[in-house]
């Protein structure tokens, strides 16, 4: 059902070149762009895929943004977990509705957004104070009343140790992933999910190295690469430019009790 546009949504305005603005809609303001003003009260009421024209006729379009929308554009204090990668953390970890998973750190709160869309509920450890106050406003006002009993960032540090049990899964997005290994050990469930996106794949192989020493199974590092194709009348090729290069993922699984892998002989 098209439900109309209220005052105090957050929508994305899109214009023929593909620029892509977020306003939260308010009765009586306008949004100012280089094209010249739209006012709210045009928006306020309409139905997504509404066209109207600014004051200098450049042609812009209303959507409610999308989880990737507004990952790209809302604010930032760490640089945020690419949605593709986003996107395959939530497949490879499994992430399913009522999970209870520990990510730390939680920077933006972009991770965070693509778990607590999953279903899950989040317990997020954050070093800095100005980065867990930006995550939580970014999830508030993206996902609003519905996660809030969902989602819980506490200032500390990972590698000193996780103050939970009985954990589906720990995901983790920080310069040492592989000192928060015995830690998530203790913590994850048997059959729990590890998952960690490392920049660097020295981190990952040092993440990796660590897992050989631990009760972990099923280690497995990938990179998700993306590309874009331009497709218009007869001209099909890839598009000139990709996003390149972004991170690893690597998964693992917690075996029960102390376990170690069993090596092959
Ligand atoms: C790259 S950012 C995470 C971005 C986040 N995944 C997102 O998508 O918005 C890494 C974060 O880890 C935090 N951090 C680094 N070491 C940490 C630690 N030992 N415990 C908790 N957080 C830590 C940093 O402060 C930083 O905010």
């Known amino acids: ?47 997504e895929g509404t066209q109207v024209r600014t004051a200098r006729n450049a042609e812009l379009t209303v959507w409610r943004p999308t989880l990737c929308d507004y990952v790209l554009k809302m604010p930032r204090g760490a640089q945020v977990v690419y949605p593709k990668d986003g996107a395959a953390i939530v497949m490879l970890a499994d992430v399913h509705p009522g999970a209870r998973v520990l990510e730390s750190g939680v920077g933006s ?9 999953a279903g ?32 819980q960032v506490e200032i500390k540090d990972c590698y000193l140790g996780i103050d939970a049990e009985d954990l589906d899964r720990v995901v983790l997005d920080l310069p040492e992933p592989w000192r928060v290994l015995p830690h998530a050990a203790a913590s994850l469930r048997p059959g729990g999910i590890l998952a960690a996106y490392t920049p660097s794949i020295i981190q990952a192989v040092k993440l990796r190295e660590a897992c050989e020493a631990g009760p972990w199974a099923g280690a497995s590092t990938v990179e998700t690469l993306q590309r874009g194709w331009h497709i218009e009348g007869d001209a099909v090729r890839p598009e000139h430019r990709m996003v390149g290069h972004t991170g690893f993922v690597t998964t693992a699984r917690r075996l ?8 092959p002989r």
């Open 1 to 47: 059902m098209s439900r109309a546009l209220q005052p105090g949504e957050l929508v994305l305005l899109t214009d023929r070149k593909g620029r892509r603005y977020l306003v939260t809609l308010a009765a009586g303001r306008r949004f100012h762009t280089h094209a010249g003003f739209v006012e709210h009260d045009e928006l306020i009421g309409a139905t």
């Open 109 to 117: 709160g972009g991770l965070s957004l693509s778990l607590l869309r």
């Open 120 to 151: 899950a509920s989040v317990l997020g450890y954050e070093t800095r104070e100005d980065f867990a106050a930006t995550a939580l406003e970014n999830v508030a006002h993206f996902m609003g009343a519905e996660a809030q009993d969902r989602y």
């Open 256 to 263: 029960t009790g102390g376990q170690t892998r069993l090596r």
